[in-house]
């Protein structure tokens, strides 16, 4: 079966930094494009970023930009997600994703998830 299992949330100051992990598992990773989404509450889902299989495309919105990194290692199939200068606004629970195709990342941006991570919460205070 398939699992995605995000760790490294918490709470954090403004202007601090945090780096999630999701390790990934019940498929060929190096052949998926693996992402974040986050949701807020109220809000809906909303795409983070995503990498591809060998990370030579990556994706963010636009509001990360600059800010956050998204990295792979498929020697241990676990994705990341680097947050620097992390703002109250970033404040969400936060899922790791996959898309189990050759054009996974592409299709991350566009919404077209495989599976989803139960999501790890990342709090930043004023």
């Known amino acids: 079966q398939v699992q995605l299992v995000e760790s490294g949330g918490g709470l954090v100051q403004a202007g601090g930094s945090l780096r999630l992990s999701c390790a990934a598992s019940g498929f060929t990773f190096s052949q998926a494009g693996m992402g974040w989404f986050r949701q807020a509450p109220g809000k809906e889902r909303e795409f983070v970023a995503a990498?591809?299989?060998?990370?030579?495309?990556?994706y963010y919105t636009d509001s990360v930009k600059g800010r956050f990194t998204i990295s792979r290692d498929n020697t241990v199939n676990t994705a990341y997600l680097q947050m620097n200068s992390l703002k109250p606004e970033d404040t969400a629970v936060y899922y790791c994703v996959c898309q189990k195709t050759p054009l996974g990342a592409r299709k991350l941006q566009s919404g077209q998830v495989d599976h989803w991570g139960q999501g790890i919460q990342v709090t930043v205070s004023t």
């Open positions: 990498i591809s299989w060998g990370s030579n495309t990556i």
